[in-house]
């Protein structure tokens, strides 16, 4: 090794140090509290508010996990039964009710959000675009999501409008689990083999997707993807602002 490599070497030796001390300090760095010890427990969701847009959310920090589909996919009632609560999520007969972003809060700082549905709502059409314009600026705009549960019903999987969230989802490097809903409709073969069919469609995309069958009736899939989500909220949370290269007492240099 020559001496100008050398000499880089420990210079980045050291500047690793000095800026893992800073961290620690809390000097340049703010640290959201991790969730290390902590157990996530889906069944302590509570209802926090209803937003009409980001702006009405709470503070864009900790984790959030939203969940979103086409209007009839049964997401209100996939939400109950994660969480075991039959009046979390309002169920109507009439898709398409779920207006506004719904909020609940699982633990500090760790949530789970309710999307408005896509895709099917008898509405008119001004009041279809306003949802849509809520649900396009949250996905695109709030940095403590950490995950996103697609719900289509299994029958009918990857519509255009599943396809274009789920590719989203893959541009911005964020996981997705794919909740196929109502499988209690079809016999466990025809089930089987609507996941593998699913699967295999969007291998291609080479990211971290994740496909599981579920029933909020028989409750299929329930464990499976309480363990997915759970996951994401116990992950730990950091939202690490660099200092700037004039904060540093050793400038910055180039191999």
Known sequence: MGKKNRNFTIFRIFLIIFVEEKRYNGENFKRVKPLSSTKIHLTKAAFTLSAPDIRRLPADSGIEVAFAGRSNAGKSSALNTLTNQRGLARISKTPGRTQLINVFEVAEDRRLIDLPGYGFAQVPLAMKKKWQKALGEYLEKRQCLKG????????????????????????????????????????????????????????????????QAFSSLKYTGKEQADAVICGWLEQEAEDYELPAEGDLDIPFEDE
Do not use: F, Y
Not at 166 to 177: E, F, K
Not at 182 to 187: G, Q
């Open 148 to 211: 996103l549960v697609v719900l289509m019903d299994i029958r009918h999987p990857l519509k255009d409008l599943d396809m274009d969230l789920i590719h989203w989802a893959v541009d911005s490097d964020l996981p997705v689990l794919a909740l196929l809903t109502k499988c209690d409709k079809l016999s466990q073969g025809k089930r089987s083999a609507e996941v593998l069919a699913v699967k295999k469609a969007l291998s291609s995309l080479n990211a971290d997707i994740q496909v």
